[in-house]
């Protein structure tokens, strides 16, 4: 009896143990950006030529795993004032109330609340892009370019992700204090992402 008290008491045991590995849920893969081989850019026409730039500064949290999609989110934060089209002036322009204000709204934020997959390595972020004091739900599609082991730095994973999307300037307000910006850019912005990550394996 007391036998088969025990062998009962171990397959308990044994089985609770197995039921708490299976719904346990591991964090997504926290990973930090490596700037030197990061860019953040967009591109808006004038007249009808695309002008290009960048913003040369900004801050992201990428917690991120093709197998744990539920827990994985992506938080960019940009500086409005990091904004750079190879032109002082126009840069300088860009910053005041005409366009995105700088100085009463210092950043762009993307916040996700939702990550899907899509295809072989392709995934959308939905969530809230803020510029200035407008907030508008947007998906940003993105492209996971591979993961492997990074060479350079021992014990760390290297992964590669580009991602894009359109706004309309607009929405946000930006451009609309100027009645020039009007005639002569376009309304659809094209941002472009392309991030170099690295994780503790």
């Given at each position: 009896m007391k036998l088969l008290e025990k062998i009962t008491t171990i397959l308990a045991i044994t089985i609770f143990t197995l039921s708490s590995v299976a719904l346990t849920k591991y964090?997504?893969?926290s990973w930090i950006i490596d700037k030197a081989h990061s860019a953040v850019n967009f591109n808006v026409t004038h007249f009808f030529t695309p002008v290009n730039g960048t913003f040369n500064d900004y801050e992201a949290t990428v917690n991120f795993d093709p197998e744990?999609?539920?827990?994985s989110m992506i938080d960019v934060k940009i500086m409005v004032n990091s904004i750079d089209t190879k032109n002082e002036r126009r840069d300088g322009h860009l910053k005041t109330d005409d366009f995105f204000n700088a100085k009463k709204w210092p950043y762009i934020t993307f916040k996700s609340t939702s990550?899907?997959?899509?295809?072989d390595n392709e995934f959308v972020a939905n969530g809230t892009l803020t510029i200035k004091d407008v907030s508008k739900e947007i998906s940003l599609p993105f492209t996971l370019l591979g993961v492997k082991e990074n060479p350079m730095k021992e014990n760390t994973l290297v992964a590669g992700i580009t991602a894009s999307t359109v706004v309309d300037r607009t929405d946000y307000t930006v451009g609309t204090g100027d009645w020039a910006s009007d005639a002569v850019i376009g309304d659809e912005v094209t941002i472009d992402l392309n991030l170099e990550l690295n994780a503790e394996k």
């Open positions: 964090a997504a893969t744990n999609l539920e827990e990550i899907e997959s899509t295809g």
